[in-house]
């Protein structure tokens, strides 16, 4: 793993904001550029701890928030740091409850739109139905940053799927998306395949190949 970082593991849902501060602590004065708090349960009113983070640190490259109980209301406050940061290159928020409101992909869309450093984002199994796709579709007609984008075990279906079929479609920098159970057409499934191989042609990489650097692991969780 390039990247140092520090872990923060919680149990049967407790972390204090208490202890989410001195783990944040020891990145900041550690000098790490991996803040790693997977399974700490932060909840929306610790992203808000998290964002000012990622305000006031710019060493930060890569953020670890899987399984932190992050809802919408959390999602945006994280989105608001995101529209002006211009260091973090991962962002990790695989099992969180994000997709429950659209407000929060929403959000989180809005704000890389004219991101130009994040190059990594995992929403895995964050409940994103079809307003989502729409949501993600549009962001990726504007966004020439992401090179992987990881949808998986969502519900986006039919709908959300054309709509992120029709995003990548005006994509040229996006790698890899993806997409398994999703309920998606096999069409769908088939054009956005078809971009994706034109983009890695064009970047003379291999399907599979991108993630060789990333600190998240690759598959799903149980459902």
């Known amino acids: ?63 670890d928030l899987r399984g932190c109980n992050v809802r919408a209301q959390g999602a945006a ?14 962002l ?21 739109e004219n991101n130009t450093t994040l190059t990594e984002l ?10 989502g796709g729409r949501a993600i579709g549009g962001m990726l007609k504007r966004n020439r940053a992401l090179k992987l984008v990881d949808l998986r075990w969502n519900n986006i279906g039919p709908v959300g799927g054309k709509a992120l079929s029709e995003g990548i479609s005006s994509n040229s920098t996006v790698l890899e ?17 078809r971009r994706l191989s034109s983009n890695r042609d064009e970047a003379g990489v291999v399907q599979g190949s991108v993630r060789s650097s990333s600190p998240f692991p690759g598959g799903p969780r149980p459902p």
């Open 177 to 193: 998306l993806s997409l398994s159970g999703n309920k998606l057409s096999d069409d769908v499934l088939a054009d956005i395949d």
């Open 1 to 63: 793993d390039p990247h140092r970082g520090t872990e923060m593991t919680g149990d049967s849902g407790k972390g204090s904001s208490t202890t989410l501060e001195r783990k944040i602590e020891e990145c900041v004065t550690g000098g790490l550029d991996h803040l790693a708090l997977s399974d700490s349960f932060i909840g929306d009113e610790g992203c808000a701890i998290v964002a000012e983070t990622l305000r006031n640190n710019p060493r930060i490259r890569s953020l």
């Open 122 to 131: 995992d929403l895995r199994n964050n409940g994103i139905v079809e307003g």
């Open 77 to 90: 406050v994280l989105a608001k740091a995101l529209e002006h940061n211009a260091s973090l290159t991962q």
């Open 92 to 112: 990790g928020l695989e099992w969180n409850n994000i997709g429950v409101n659209d407000g929060g992909i929403d959000a989180i869309c809005q704000a890389l």
